[in-house]
């Protein structure tokens, strides 16, 4: 059981990245799914999550607008387009899996803002 995350790197301000995060071992439709992020010397956030079926997501109040969080199940993969980064966006993204009580977390991608 594990999820795998990809698509980090570094960018300039301005640009995009689509992140994606690979699950293997569970009944990846049936999960919750989630981005977070954790920069050096901040708390973790959510940035944003989607629910099983991909019909209702939420986002963090400072990546509304520029990212978006979408899934397919066909495919075990949830994924975060990110447009119009910016330098404080800098962080390790993790994907996140819950269903009931059980949650699972990605090893995490770099995701690096900057000129």
């Known amino acids: 059981v594990q999820l795998v995350e990809s698509g980090g790197g570094l960018v300039m301000p301005g640009g995009s990245l689509t992140l994606s995060c690979v699950a293997s071992?569970?009944?990846?439709?049936?999960?919750?799914m989630s981005w977070y992020r954790h920069a050096p010397g901040k708390e973790r956030e959510l940035v944003a999550a989607?629910?099983?079926?991909?019909?209702?997501?939420n986002y963090a109040d400072s990546v509304k607008g520029r990212f978006t969080i979408s899934r397919d199940n066909a495919k075990n993969t949830v994924y975060l387009r990110m447009n119009s980064l910016k330098p404080e966006d800098t962080a390790v993204y993790y994907c996140?899996?819950?269903?009931?009580?059980?949650?699972?977390w990605g090893q995490g991608t770099q995701v690096t803002v900057s000129a």
């Open positions: 996140f899996a819950r269903r009931l009580s059980f949650s699972l």
């Open positions: 071992g569970l009944t990846f439709s049936t999960y919750d």
């Open positions: 989607i629910d099983p079926a991909g019909r209702n997501t």
